[in-house]
Structure formats: C-alpha cells, structure tokens
C-alpha cells in the first residue's frame, strides 16, 4: 500500500510541475516546433466538461476521455495483468496517432500547423542571418 502512496504523490508533483510548465510556456511541442501536438485541445475539453458542455469537449479534442482511462488502466489493470495494460497503452496511443492525422487532414481549428511560430525555427532565422 505504501508504494501505491509513492506513485500517487509522484503522480501528483509531476502533473503540478507539467501544469506550471504550461501555464508558463504553452505546450512544449507546439512551443519548440511550431505544431500543435497530439493532445491540442485537451485543456479546453476538460474546461467545457466542467461546464458540461460535452458537444465543445468533443471538438476540442475527441479522446477526452482517454486520460482518466490511462489512470485507471495505470493504478488497476497494470497489477492485475501486464499483457492487457500494454495492449490497452497501445490502443490508446494508436488512437491518439490516428485522432491527430485526422485533425492534420482535415486542417481542424484546433490543430495548428506553424512551424515559423516556433522557437527553433526563430533560433534557426537568427543563426543564419
């Protein structure tokens, strides 16, 4: 039980470290790079689940409901039986990969594509001049 603790503190200090880092910087990827990332749209699902407004959420980022179930297959499944909680990692990542391209296709509002917006090609521009 006291490893169980562990995990939930470190869990816990590692989402108040990444939401601080995107409170400050953004999300990292579309920061660096100028592409939005897989996840784009993810914080604002969750604002409008807490208004539930569940037709935003959904346009917002469609696998919302992805994270809580990574928990649960994290703190349950993956004790119970490895082999499934691998099997769902991959389904979920797979889903994540196939949302994305969808997004990128269908040149969705939410998922941007600016590479001259990010900060290596910024730092690249001042190099070469």
């Known amino acids: ?4 603790k ?9 989402l108040i470290l990444i939401g601080a880092f995107y409170t400050i910087v ?3 990827i579309k920061f660096l790079t100028g592409l939005s990332c897989p996840g784009c749209g993810m914080t604002r699902a ?7 407004d569940f037709p935003s959420a959904f346009h917002f980022h469609p696998l919302w409901i992805i994270p809580p179930l990574f928990l ?4 349950y499944i993956k004790k119970k039986n490895i082999l499934i909680y691998k099997i769902i990692n991959y389904i979920f990542i797979s889903l994540f990969i196939l949302v994305y391209i969808i997004r990128i ?3 969705s509002d939410i ?15 001042k190099i070469i001049k």
């Not at 039980?1 to 169980?4: A, R, S, V, Y």
């Not at 649960?72 to 703190?75: A, E, L, P, Q, S």
Request: charged fraction near 20%.
């Open 72 to 75: 649960i297959n994290y703190f």
């Open 6 to 14: 562990k995990e939930l503190i470190k869990l816990f200090l590692a």
């Open 1 to 4: 039980m006291l490893q169980n």
């Open 26 to 28: 953004g999300c990292p």
């Open 46 to 52: 969750y604002l409008s689940l807490l208004k539930l």
């Open 105 to 107: 296709i269908s040149v």
């Open 111 to 125: 998922v941007t594509l600016d590479f001259k917006e990010g900060l290596i090609y910024k730092l690249l521009i």
